[in-house]
């Protein structure tokens, strides 16, 4: 048994590892990345051991007797829990913050993210002070305890957030696989990111320009303060360079011989006056070049799997069995021809009937998670995933059938995590493009569901015994002094997330009230299809002329130069 969680607990740490270090840009801190692996690494050793946890309480039932093994993973669970509480609670929040100002020194950026976060505990200091009195006048000390308190306040968050996300990916998950087993479907969604993505990329472009310009105009000042300075060269780093030679050359073009000391004092009087001004600027050009970054690397990634979906598109009723990819370089060899053969097959062929048969079983599963969890709420014996537990021994069984719906539970939360983006804030951005607020940011969330996830879970499968798990919380499920069960009345709100979902009313309703910026994914638009489909043939040129077979270039900037000047001037 030690030998197959061992086993388990480093291929999860490897899998982490690799996640966050290709989610994370370069310039990420190794304590930063450190801290993410050790917070998400408790977080899913708790969801790891808890088919292990099942397993010893039918174990020692069997025996009549608790087991040396059954203390020792209560007390992992204790250690874990609050460590992983003092980290999502208070000192990842403040490593955000640390993360996100831009003072010189260290201890003024400290001071920054504490005055930042102190706004918070405040607020949590007020509610849990008013809770203990209540608790000690309603002679209610000996039922809940301080820690009890803390860890039932963090539970219903937990399970707000988990009903939340699982109200997104019970529906999306199945959803998405089924559209994409059509090859035609898939390449108009590919149109409309395609759509979607130019037209948020040339905002972004705009606001860089804007800002880079204000950079521009102010480069020759030369500051009194040494921090001002340095801030400037900051600011000018962040410019990208092609940007920064076509704003240079107009403004050289605008500085005529005559009225070079006219301007020269207006820019003069229109440079930032204070450190504290120079530092608002810098934030306001590391933000849009961050935020233009991600997107340009969005429109590469996009543009590049749309050209290689027409390419499949085109092969499927080619007579050699072969797709001729126009940014790839064709394959050589002894065995290019049967691995020709295989791909075009697997593309082709295999690939969009298996994932026909993956949504079916996604969408079972959903149906069987929804019930579940419905069951919670009606307060029934009745157990789908705990069924078969019942009539199951031995430790590969009981974690076969424990695990597979837990994994698929923690796969739909996780799944709304990675896709959650809070536009010009905070987000998961793949190839490298995750700055280290933002993975403090994902980091926060994803610690604060892990143990509401297994508590969720135990309630499905509705085990008569007594978990180490649950023995190690105690009562978390009770709020204090009202007596209101969190973890009976949030799955109920399960159905209505889900039809809204299904019917993408949630997406919808955010876009008309202005809060575009919190929705998963776009809407599908028949006019942006059309759209992306237009600025793909438009730049199907640029692609042929300057990305090379071996791989995609970052050097050229694939934006009209005639549109460069319009937005400049």
């Known amino acids: 048994m030690y030998l197959i969680l061992i086993f388990e607990i480093v291929i999860v740490t490897c899998l982490v590892g690799y996640l ?20 998400w690494l408790i977080n899913f050793l708790l969801i790891l051991f808890l088919p292990f946890d099942i397993y010893i309480t039918y174990r020692d039932q069997s025996v009549g007797d608790i087991s040396n093994d059954y203390l020792s993973l209560a007390e992992t669970y204790q250690i874990l829990y609050w460590t992983n509480f003092i980290l999502c609670w208070t000192v990842i929040p403040i490593m955000q913050e640390y993360e996100e100002s831009v003072e010189l020194e260290k201890k003024d950026k400290l ?14 200091s007020v509610v849990g002070i008013v809770f203990v009195l209540a608790i000690f006048y309603t002679g209610q000390t000996e039922q809940c305890g301080l820690g009890t308190f803390l860890k039932s306040m963090a539970n219903s968050f937990g399970v707000a957030l988990i009903i939340l996300l699982l109200g997104y990916g019970l529906v999306i998950i199945p959803k998405a696989q089924m559209r994409t087993s059509q090859l035609d479907v898939q390449l ?17 472009h705009h606001k860089l320009m804007e800002t880079s310009m204000k950079v521009i105009k102010i480069k020759d000042c030369r500051f009194d303060n040494d921090d001002m300075m340095y801030y400037l060269n900051k600011c000018l780093n962040k410019i990208p360079r092609n940007m920064h030679k076509i704003l240079t050359k107009e403004e050289e073009k605008r500085k005529s011989q005559i009225l070079m000391a006219i301007t020269g004092a207006i820019f003069k009087n229109k440079a930032p006056e204070s450190v504290e001004e120079m530092m608002s600027l810098y934030q306001e050009i590391r933000k849009n070049s961050l935020e233009y970054k991600r997107i340009k690397a969005q429109w590469k990634e996009n543009c590049k799997s749309a050209y290689e979906m027409e390419d499949i598109i085109k092969a499927l009723n080619s007579q050699d069995k072969k797709i ?7 394959r050589e060899g002894t065995f290019a021809q049967q691995l020709d053969l295989l791909e075009w097959y697997w593309l082709c062929v295999v690939k969009p009937q298996l994932k026909i048969i ?24 009745f157990t789908i995933f705990g069924l078969p537990l019942r009539y199951v021994n031995g430790l590969l069984s009981i974690s076969f059938f424990s695990f597979i719906p837990l994994l698929y539970i923690a796969f739909c939360v996780y799944y709304g995590l990675f896709r959650i983006r809070i536009q010009g804030f905070y987000g998961l951005y793949g190839d490298h493009q995750t700055d280290a607020p933002s993975l403090m940011f994902a980091t926060i969330n ?13 309630n499905m499968i509705k085990l008569k015994q007594e978990t180490a798990f649950r023995y190690a919380m105690g009562n978390i499920e009770l709020l204090p002094i009202f007596g209101i069960s969190i973890t009976a009345l949030m799955p ?6 889900c039809l809204i979902n299904y019917f993408d009313l949630f997406d919808r309703t955010l876009q008309l009230i202005g809060m575009k910026q919190f929705i998963f994914n776009n809407t599908f638009s028949d006019r942006l299809i059309y759209e992306g489909r237009d600025t793909l043939k438009k730049n199907r040129q640029y692609f042929d002329r300057k990305m090379k077979p071996e791989g995609w270039s970052d050097s050229s900037e694939p934006l009209d130069i005639e549109l460069q000047q319009k937005l400049i001037l």
Do not use: H, W
């Open 492 to 497: 109920c709100l399960l159905i209505v997330l």
């Open 324 to 330: 001729q990819f126009s940014f790839k370089k064709a």
């Open 358 to 381: 993956i949504s079916l079983i996604f969408g079972i599963l959903s149906i069987l998670v929804l019930i579940s969890e419905v069951t919670i709420f009606m307060g029934t014996q």
């Open 446 to 458: 994803f610690s604060r569901v892990g143990a509401p996830l297994c508590q969720n879970f135990l």
């Open 188 to 204: 108009k969604y590919l149109y409309f990111r395609t759509a979607s993505i130019n037209g948020e990329k040339d905002d972004a």
């Open 20 to 39: 966050i270090q290709s989610y994370c840009s370069k310039d990420v801190s190794i304590y930063v990345k450190g801290m993410a692996l050790v917070s």
């Open 111 to 124: 001071k920054k993210a504490l005055k930042n976060n102190m706004r918070f505990y405040i607020i949590i």
